[in-house]
């Protein structure tokens, strides 16, 4: 049996709200399930925010005993901070090959290995250098 963590969603039409739920994969979205893990409300408050709530101690456990979290839950124990970021890889043009290139999660920018600002700023430099040396070696007639 595998289990998986999952969304369940409850609420009315047009306004979801989601419990999260440890439960076998096998048995559908809103049918059996293990265990209540907390709840995930999108639909922002009046303070703009989403909101959800869930038992930190519950979801270690499930994660420890080999339970795989959907990608919702994945992208919602990472804001939590309970998983680390999910690999993101920047899509080309739709059906066109995937640019493999690493994307920072928080920015959603291309990650560029080992070149910072700082770094281009110094081979700049180095660069307007080197062009001076060579100048003023040139030979004067």
Known sequence: MVVRLRLSRLGCKNKPFYRVMAADSRSPRDGKHLEVLGYYNPLPGQDGGKRMGLNFDRVKYWLSVGAQP????????????????PPMLAMGRKGGPRDMRPVDPMTGRILTPGITKSAELEESTKVDEVDEHVEDESPST
């Open 70 to 85: 959907s990608e919702p839950v994945q992208r919602i124990l990472f804001r939590s901070g309970l998983l680390p970021p």
